[in-house]
């Protein structure tokens, strides 16, 4: 049988391998926090370095409509809600509430799943389309607070914490260096390690670190 998000077979009967598992937990915990930032870029230029921005809670016109998109009903909130939903549905429990601000509903959502995460690896049959799309969305949102210079995606974490416990955080490739620092676990990757990350290959935590 092999992971349902990136096909890599898997040693024991579940949707999700450890990296994509993984990598959908350190997603569904930085969405909430990314949500609240991007209050910050709703205004043109509001993500240039040039110095801080405070919080905007109306932002003047004119707005970037692609971050109010994200922050609106039918962005964030609608993607997380949704799978949600799917989720207690599928474990034959009753819709989630959607109730106050749409940055608590957003919390609630990514909080829901985070805590059924277990059964979702293992049991969920729409746990590789969650793997996929919530990848998506942290893309599009990183893209959103940090439009240039873009980053490259290069596969997840392949350090093993121990017991075969493997990291899988999302590693992407900052502007202008030469190696990638896994944020969760802290593991290097040279240049010479990329292309066995992002083909799957994954190298040893060995290897990896060299």
Known sequence: MNCTACTRPLDAPAQLCDGCTR?????????????LLLATHLRPGAARGDGPVPLVREAPLPVREDVLDMRAAGGMVTMLESWREAMQQARGWGPPARTGTVERRVMAAARGLQMNLEWIAEFFEGAGDIACEIRTLSGQVQMLLDPAPPTLAVGECAADLGGGDICGAPLRVPHGTTTVRCRRCGTDYPPSSWLTLATGAWATPAGAAA
């Open 23 to 35: 990598g959908l937990d350190v997603r569904l915990g930085e969405l909430p926090a990314q949500y």
